[in-house]
């Protein structure tokens, strides 16, 4: 389905989607104040913009060295070209380490590869950690935020799930009765777990190790207790050197939730005694978006969301509108590059105001690069016969001052004359919530020529 289908479904639910968009600029706001406390917070942006545009150019370089370095750390590191390699990989070690419970923290790209679904149909229990992300998990449902995974469910409908799911008490939505129960339901699965898988944030070449960011302490938890950790990374997740991490875990934070810097940022280099580390890096299709030089840029991401808390858009479609692994406006120039039929509709999910560019903390050009995606879907894919037809005549309006004109005037009319019940009718689905302004007498360019032939009139 196209998002705006999907962004329907959504949208028939009005006060969650009001609440949804107030829970969201909330998010956005408290990143605002966060920002605006740092010196030089535009000088650290440019640092981490320069610091991934540096790196991408030299990407066989950086994770070369990073792969040298983690070897002689102890660690065992895989490649894998997409998704399959990437699933069959994580399977073939724990299969070799006889672990059928698993337990993970938050990583979008295992969600991407569609490794949980994998390892279930081969008799691996995987219990996702993050408290959003188990949420998502009980209700099978996917994340459709990739900091904030259940920002869609409310605190009764966690309630609800819990209840059925974990035989919790019925608690009106009590924040922290419901988070003590999933702690202890949590606190089981890490201690019985055979291995534990972590995303990567930052992979540093120059030492082989790997940062990993989260709130809760889970990734440590399960990469502590398991026998067995297994970190899979995108290999745009390389940054050359340790002392970088300084710009990035502050820009990281105060992005996505508004932080200085997350609880826990974990930092693993080799692995303890009598335990076995794995790193899995993985391309799915990042070396040909590198390949285009119109949407390189997007590789800078460092998955922090504030695109999607600020875009006016997601905040009232929901994120399962965009039937993509990454929504919003970042996952819409990441998605047609892997499949442009299917994701054809996402870059004109947006109103070009440009604020996912403005708040983005590593500068990408996100709204330029919508537009631009656009210009190549209308050439390469099918368009609505309904669209074509209005765009077509609509060219033939605009390209034409005296009919430009004409028509003009009959809407102005129109906006004076006919009754709101007609004006605000179904064909116009912004009347559902909006008033347009009453129908001025005269044009701008007739306004304009009579101002200036009164200024002529004046002068003599």
Same mark, same amino acid.
């Given at each position: ?99 059928? #419970? ?50 869609? #469910? ?15 008490? !019925? ?5 922290? *009765? ?61 940054? !050359? ?51 285009? %030089? ?19 858009? *997601? ?20 998605? %047609? ?63 034409? %001052?005296?009919?430009?004109? #004409? ?19 179904? %064909? ?8 347009? !302004?009453?129908? !001025? ?20």
């Amino acid at each position: 389905m196209s998002h705006s289908k999907l962004a329907g479904i959504f949208n028939k639910d009005e006060k969650k989607v009001d609440w949804h968009d107030k829970a969201l600029w909330f998010v956005r706001h408290k990143r605002d104040l966060s920002v605006h406390e740092v010196k030089g917070w535009e000088e650290l942006r440019n640092l981490g913009h320069g610091i991934k545009a540096h790196t991408l150019s030299h990407l066989d370089v950086y994770l070369e060295q990073f792969e040298a370095n983690a070897l002689k750390n102890g660690v065992q590191v895989h490649w894998a070209a997409n998704g399959d390699e990437h699933n069959q990989i994580v399977h073939g070690i724990l299969k070799e380490n006889h672990a059928k #419970k698993v337990v993970k923290s938050k990583s979008m790209l295992t969600e991407e590869c569609h490794l949980n679904p994998f390892l279930e149909a081969n008799d691996i229990e995987v219990i996702d950690t993050d408290l959003g992300e188990r949420i998502v998990q009980l209700a099978k449902e996917q994340p459709s935020h990739i900091v904030l995974p259940a920002i869609h #469910k409310n605190k009764l409908e966690v309630d609800e799930l819990f209840q059925e799911h974990l035989g919790t008490k !019925p608690c009106n939505g009590d924040p922290q *009765y419901l988070t003590g129960e999933a702690r202890k339901h949590l606190r089981e699965k890490f201690i019985h777990a055979d291995a534990a898988i972590t995303g990567v944030n930052f992979a540093i070449a120059e030492n082989g190790g790997f940062v990993v960011c989260t709130n809760e302490g889970n990734a440590d938890m399960g990469a502590h207790l398991a026998a067995v950790h297994i970190a899979c990374m995108g290999v745009e997740k390389i940054i !050359p050197k340790q002392e970088h991490l300084g710009v990035f875990l502050r820009l990281l934070a105060r992005s996505a939730t508004g932080q200085p810097i997350t609880t826990y940022s974990s930092h693993f280099r080799k692995p303890r005694k009598d335990t076995k580390m794995h790193i899995v890096i993985v391309d799915n299709g990042r070396s040909e978006q590198l390949s285009r %030089p119109d949407f390189r840029a997007s590789l800078h991401c460092i998955r922090c969301g504030a695109c999607m808390n600020t875009c006016p858009i *997601y905040r009232r479609s929901g994120g399962h509108s965009y039937d993509a692994t990454i929504p919003g406006p970042i996952g819409s120039i990441l998605s %047609p590059g892997k499949d442009l039929t299917k994701y054809s509709t996402l870059p004109f999910a947006s109103t070009l105001c440009g604020s996912c560019s403005d708040v983005c903390p590593v500068k990408i050009d996100i709204h330029t690069q919508l537009y631009k995606w656009r210009q190549i879907i209308g050439k390469e894919t099918p368009q609505p016969f309904i669209k074509k037809k209005s765009m077509a005549a609509m060219g033939k309006i605009f390209s034409k %001052p005296s009919l430009y004109g #004409k028509v003009g005037a009959v809407a102005r009319w129109a906006l004076r004359t006919l009754p709101k019940s007609l004006i605000n009718s179904w %064909p116009n689905i912004w009347g559902k919530t909006r008033d347009l !302004p009453v129908g !001025p007498k005269q044009s701008f360019d007739q306004w304009y020529k009579e101002r200036e032939n009164n200024k002529k009139d004046d002068q003599k």
